[in-house]
């Protein structure tokens, strides 16, 4: 009996501790916090090419170049600048380049069509040298930097010889206003206006361009080589193959230009090129857009002697390529860098 009332108190005393122990309260979760939607990233901004380009690096960086036999650099303006490379290319094949990068964001440079004759109206004056178009324009307060030939011309005799087969605007004026039929040779052309912005459109876009551009000079050329950037896709057309050409590109900005003639059809001195190494070249050079346009026999590249005086028929122009005729060529038109300083 004492042995159950003992069991009995502890019972009821262990009861009383548990009812006077305070219950444990959990302590509270700490609140989450909201993710806050991150911004994204900005994208990286697009390299813009260095002006103006390292042509023998370039050239090397694009494979282009087996083993570099001559490389020569100079500036016969401060916003002009000029290089001539001989070299064997990966093939082993003899090349000579000629590259002019010009910055027509320079206020006291600028770029101008020549035509055969001077014409102002028309294309009234035949077909005449590269030299002799820059001799004509050249004067004081308005010197001739260099040049280069342009647009495929008509070289049949008579009214239209020397005629670009595309348009051609001079001075505001339009001298031609339409592109010859050229089923097997695409078209393109560049323009620009009076602040100097360059653009290169297919002549599909003439139209267009035209009533919305007020266009003071423009020239006709071959098929884009680059653009927006990238290869263009190439049409086989009736100047495919190895020969000397001549291009022309301008970077993104549009105030950059770069004019190009190579040589060609000579197989010590140098072969020539087909559209996909000229597609390198102008990539290399930093084109965003540029095309082909008139070469063989036309392709001339010329560099005014800044050594010598004297303006216009005193001036000493140089052809710094070596044109597959052998001697310069009479050429429908052509186009100037001009410094007015």
Request: proline letters at 6%.
């Amino acid at each position: 009996m004492k042995r159950v009332f003992f069991f009995c108190v502890c019972a009821a005393l262990a009861a009383s501790i548990a009812s006077c122990t305070p219950s444990v309260i959990p302590e509270p979760k700490p609140q989450e916090k909201e993710e806050q939607p991150q911004e994204p990233e900005p994208e990286p901004e697009p390299e813009k090419p260095s002006y103006p380009i390292d042509v023998q690096a370039a050239f090397e960086d694009a494979g282009l170049i087996g083993k570099v036999k001559s490389c020569t650099h100079y500036s016969p303006h401060s916003s002009v600048d000029v290089t001539e490379i001989r070299y064997t290319d990966y093939a082993s094949q003899p090349q000579a380049v000629f590259v002019m990068q010009v910055d027509l964001s320079d206020p006291t440079v600028s770029m101008t069509n020549t035509v055969p004759g001077g014409a102002t109206s028309g294309f009234t004056g035949g077909r005449e040298k590269l030299s002799a178009q820059l001799r004509r324009i050249d004067a004081e307060g308005s010197r001739v930097i260099g040049g280069i030939n342009t647009d495929f011309f008509i070289t049949d005799a008579g009214a239209t010889a020397g005629q670009a087969q595309g348009i051609f605007w001079h001075n505001g004026i339009c001298l031609k206003d339409t592109f010859n039929s050229q089923t097997t040779r695409p078209r393109c052309f560049v323009y620009w206006d009076g602040d100097e912005t360059v653009r290169i459109a297919n002549s599909s876009y003439y139209t267009q361009i035209k009533s919305a551009t007020k266009l003071r000079e423009a020239f006709s050329g071959g098929q884009f080589l680059v653009v927006n950037g990238g290869y263009s896709t190439i049409t086989a057309d009736s100047v495919s193959g190895v020969h000397p050409r001549t291009m022309f590109g301008v970077q993104e900005d549009g105030k950059k230009v770069i004019l190009v003639v190579l040589d060609g059809r000579n197989s010590v001195l140098a072969v020539g090129m087909d559209y996909p190494d000229m597609q390198k070249i102008m990539k290399a050079l930093g084109s965003f857009d540029s095309i082909n346009i008139d070469g063989g026999g036309s392709s001339t590249f010329i560099v005014r002697d800044t050594s010598s005086g004297g303006y216009g028929t005193n001036a000493k122009f140089l052809i710094k390529n070596m044109p597959s005729d052998g001697t310069e060529r009479a050429i429908g038109p052509g186009l100037a860098i001009v410094a007015s300083d």
